[in-house]
């Protein structure tokens, strides 16, 4: 299946395609992409992919994906005003606002919400979680955004130790690929 993500983020776009089995997935090439003004992931998700509905091709399937981490510590915060909070230094702009925080203060979670929308305005959703901690220090390569301090539940290790390979079989995005698969049937 063709598919155009509404996103610049051609790593989320390679993401994708191995969490959906079949979808060959391209960037939306855009300059003019909306802002990220929705109350909730969804609402920006859809806003994407309606965004990307009018710019793909006729018989693409298009997707729209919101994501965020949610801090115990900063009263569920960032949420979905994640990426604008961090201004490109997630792990840097975590570590300083939870500079002193500890036990339940660190907990946090990873949130995203995926929609899909078919050539004949058929809409499909997924919903995925990965609940964790906010680790005291940066460790590990691989992964982006706040991959790096994200401690997933019953792990040691950050997401960004974990590598790619965890990440794709257990992350939030994985979890919402997973619940938007199951809703295609």
């Known amino acids: 299946m063709r598919a155009v993500l509404a996103s610049r983020n051609a790593h989320k776009a390679r993401e994708l395609e191995r969490l959906l089995p079949g979808w060959q997935i391209d960037v939306l090439d855009a300059d003019d992409y909306p802002p990220e003004s929705g109350a909730t992931y969804y609402e920006n998700a859809h806003g994407k992919a309606e965004f990307a509905r009018r710019r793909a091709p006729a018989d693409a399937w298009v997707l729209g994906e919101d ?37 339940d203060a660190r907990r946090a979670r990873y949130v995203s919400e995926l929609v899909a929308i078919g050539p004949g305005g058929e809409e499909l959703r997924g919903t995925g979680t990965l609940g964790g901690r906010i680790a005291d220090e940066a460790s590990g390569s691989e992964g982006f955004g706040f991959d790096p301090v994200f401690v997933p539940d019953g792990e040691e290790r950050t997401v960004a130790e974990l590598g790619d390979e965890w990440k794709a079989r257990h992350s939030h995005r994985a979890n919402a690929a997973r619940a938007l698969l199951r809703e295609a049937g």
């Open 67 to 103: 994501s965020g981490i949610e801090v115990d510590g900063l009263g569920g915060g960032p949420g979905v005003t994640s990426s604008r909070s961090a201004a490109g230094d997630e792990v840097g702009w975590m570590l300083g606002a939870l500079a002193g925080a500890r036990g």
